[in-house]
């Protein structure tokens, strides 16, 4: 079946501009969560959802940063007034039922670059 | 805080010869534990979790990891190596206290092998 997708693959965009990244579970799933990778380290968690809620926000860096999932599916992760420290990949998984212990299955990315 | 541990940036290994991948971890609480494995341009694809039970769990593609609390590490193991191993390996653990679901990953390290 169907991976998670993620769009768009590569976003560029200038400091201070609006971006929306988006983000396609595999269906059926109710968790969803977001990280960030940048260069040369681990993925950092950022939200995670359970439903259209999100159940756990601690990883978002700052107020710039905001996620919905409005009818439980798709995730759109949106970055206001972008800063080049923004630059990364963004990275979307989602999981069965968010138990605990559950293996997340992870999109391709979005590469942001921000100029 | 809880951390992963990555040691080596990068492990180089002769195909054919055994590889060692090492994770050793610090969280609160009885932790689940995750490898998984991002080849270029890809996403990050699940190898193989420890829940509980057997301390040697086995993967995808002939990996298998063996826990071990006392010494708090996760190590990543294959008998033989394949060139096509050559990727960028990630230990990651969830299951801590507050933490619903989230992972919290190493640094990575890069496996090299060698004709």
């Known amino acids: 079946g169907a991976g998670v997708s993620q769009t768009p693959s590569n976003k560029v965009t200038e400091k201070g501009k609006y971006v929306e990244l988006r983000c396609d579970p595999i269906s059926g799933h109710t968790a969803l969560y977001w990280y960030r990778q940048s260069l040369g380290q681990g993925p950092e968690f950022l939200i995670y959802?359970?439903?259209?809620?999100?159940?756990?926000d601690s990883g978002l860096p700052n107020d710039r940063f905001f996620a919905v999932r409005p009818e439980g599916s798709v995730s759109t992760l949106k970055i206001q007034r972008t800063e080049r420290g923004d630059s990364a990949v963004y990275l979307c998984a989602s999981s069965s039922a968010g138990t605990q212990g559950e293996e997340q299955y992870f999109g391709p990315g979005t590469r942001l670059t921000v100029t | 805080a809880q951390s992963v541990a990555q040691p080596e940036d990068q492990v180089n290994v002769a195909e054919g010869n055994p590889l060692t991948v090492k994770c050793t971890y610090s969280v609160s609480g009885n932790p689940y534990l995750f490898w998984y494995v991002q080849y270029p341009n890809r996403g990050l694809q699940f190898l193989l979790k420890y829940i509980t039970g057997d301390n040697l769990v086995k993967g995808s593609y002939g990996f298998e990891a063996e826990f071990n609390k006392s010494q708090t590490s996760f190590h990543l193991k294959k008998p033989s190596a394949l060139v096509s191993d050559s990727a960028l390996y990630f230990c990651a653990v969830s299951g801590f206290s507050g933490g619903y679901n989230k992972l919290i990953f190493g640094a990575g390290t890069r496996l090299a092998v060698h004709p």
């Open positions: 959802f359970q439903g259209t809620g999100a159940a756990d």
